[in-house]
T-cell receptor, first 113, second 114 residues
């Protein structure tokens, strides 16, 4: 049973436009959410995180939005650049528990020049 | 530079052999983790350790074993009991602090069966 779902396996956008990657979760105990970026044959790189006490966190071109009532979060990349092309993983954890991360299956983003 | 080093990058195993994947970190992180990634899948937790000489099973621990004798090292052994060991293995570490800290990953080891 997938607790973290990324329903879009892939996304293609034009350079300079906005990329929106979505993630849904089912476990109401999750209180910390992260986005990682991964290139082939490399480890994931941490991008941005958000605690459940917030609904938005921004870091440069990257913004994460959290809607707790809908159990949904999204990552916005503005403006998108070709170097952003990678697989993006959403992850969640219960900080009050074991602090284990549960990952979605990832969304492959392609930014076209 | 501080970081997480996984070695080797590529590893081949014959049927019935045990093989050990290395993970070393010089970030002075307290917790360490092992994940497995299969094509088209997310990362699944194998084992994790929050302090030296202690570790817990993750979601897919069967056929794997670990040790945590030193803070900076968390080797993973893939035993012959693991029926489908071909995968990309990722090690991560995390600092315990008052605030929330993300896990940081090494560059992985790709294990293949000959």
């Amino acid at each position: 049973d997938q607790q973290v779902k990324q329903n879009s396996p892939s996304l293609s956008v034009q350079e300079g436009r906005i990329s929106i990657l979505n993630c849904d979760y089912t476990n109401s105990m999750f209180d910390y959410f992260l986005w990682y970026k991964k290139y082939p044959a490399e480890g994931p790189t941490f991008l941005i995180s958000i605690s459940s006490i917030k609904d938005k966190n921004e870091d440069g071109r990257f913004t994460v939005f959290l809607n707790k009532s809908a159990k949904h979060l999204s990552l916005h990349i503005v403006p998108s650049q070709p170097g952003d092309s990678a697989v993006y993983f959403c992850a969640a954890s219960d900080q009050g528990g074991s602090e284990k991360l549960v990952f979605g299956k990832g969304t492959k983003l392609t930014v076209n020049p | 530079d501080g970081g997480i080093t996984q070695s080797p990058k590529y590893l081949f195993r014959k049927e019935g052999q045990n093989v050990t994947l290395s993970c070393e970190q010089n970030l002075n992180h307290d917790a360490m983790y092992w994940y497995r990634q299969d094509p088209g899948q997310g990362l699944r937790l194998i084992y994790y350790s929050q302090i030296v000489n202690d570790f817990q099973k993750g979601d897919i621990a069967e056929g794997y074993s670990v040790s945590r004798e030193k803070k900076e090292s968390f080797p993973l052994t893939v035993t012959s009991a693991q029926k489908n060991p071909t995968a990309f293995y990722l090690c991560a570490s995390r600092r315990h602090s008052q605030g929330i800290q993300p896990q940081h990953f090494g560059d992985g080891t790709r294990l293949s069966i000959l």
